[in-house]
């Protein structure tokens, strides 16, 4: 089967969750009918896809060197009283480098969103490709419905390398593209099996918290253009793979193991 990523052969070896930051976010923008009052300190999570022979980068987190620029962080994230928490140093790459790996041997970054929380680390990219929807993509350049929440520059500057999905796409031996729109206009999750016969999808912001997926309630927050039509549509999709056997991670979720594990010990790794 062709894939859209070249460079990796066999199937993944590894997935690495890391903890990139978090966010104090509303519950009624995480769990559509949640409260106005109620204030949930999410994480804003990454992870990684390893090979034997190199390895594909799934969402990036804040862009760190925004965020410590006073002048910058107050242009880009004072709104709403939004607040980005990131811990001293740059987490993400740090993440990479408990994990193991180098970039050196990065083959592809696949983005789930144009959001600020996923889009800051493309700068650490290189050449990489780095793969979103078309529909996503197009959403940026017209200059998002948004643009609080979308810190343009983080993926125009590199449009020389964005690859452009439309749906499902295998992006490499084992680890798909999964069309999840709603929360944005072309918002995708990733399914990754793993050797020991575990499928984990990693929901990203298709579904923030485990509940989403439980109970078939989408996120609070849903692309203007469309409603929640096709929130619905892709958290029932996930539903419908966690019914069938499928490890389904949400994206935010501050109780959720997998992201408990990384918060405590700075990573998680399922192999």
């Known amino acids: 089967m062709t894939t859209i990523l070249s460079g990796l052969s066999g199937m993944p070896v590894a997935l690495h969750g890391f903890i990139v930051g978090y966010e104090p976010i509303r519950e009624s923008i995480s769990l559509h009918g949640g409260s ?26 804040f862009n760190v060197p925004v965020i410590r620029d006073p002048r910058l962080r107050g242009e880009t994230f004072n709104y709403d009283s939004y607040t980005a928490v990131v811990p001293p140093g740059d987490p993400l790459a740090e993440a990479v480098e408990r ?39 197009q959403w940026v350049v017209d200059g ?34 999964i069309d999840t729109a709603g929360h944005t206009p072309g918002h995708q999750s990733f399914r990754v099996e793993l050797p020991s016969g575990t499928v984990v999808v990693l929901a990203c912001d298709a579904a923030d918290l485990r509940v989403n997926i439980d109970t078939r309630t989408p996120c609070g927050s849903a692309d203007a253009s469309e409603g929640f039509a ?19 991670w949400p994206g935010h979720d501050p109780a959720w193991g997998p992201w408990v594990t990384a918060i405590e010990t700075g990573l998680v790794t399922v192999r």
């Open 144 to 177: 998002a419905g948004f643009p609080e929440v979308v810190l343009p520059s983080d993926l125009l500057e590199a449009s020389e390398r964005v690859v452009l999905l439309d749906g499902d796409a295998p992006l490499a031996p084992g680890l798909t593209a």
């Open 230 to 248: 096709l929130a619905q549509r892709s958290i029932d999709r996930l539903a419908d793979l966690a019914a069938a056997g499928e490890d389904v």
């Open 36 to 61: 106005d009052h109620r204030y949930l300190l999410e994480p804003v999570t990454a992870a990684a896809v390893e090979y034997q022979d190199g390895w594909v980068l799934l969402d990036a987190g």
């Open 99 to 137: 994990a193991g790996l180098d970039w050196g041997d990065l083959r592809g970054c696949a983005i789930s969103h144009a959001h600020v929380d996923h889009t800051g680390g493309i700068r650490l990219t290189g050449k990489a490709p780095v793969v979103v929807q078309r529909r996503e993509w």
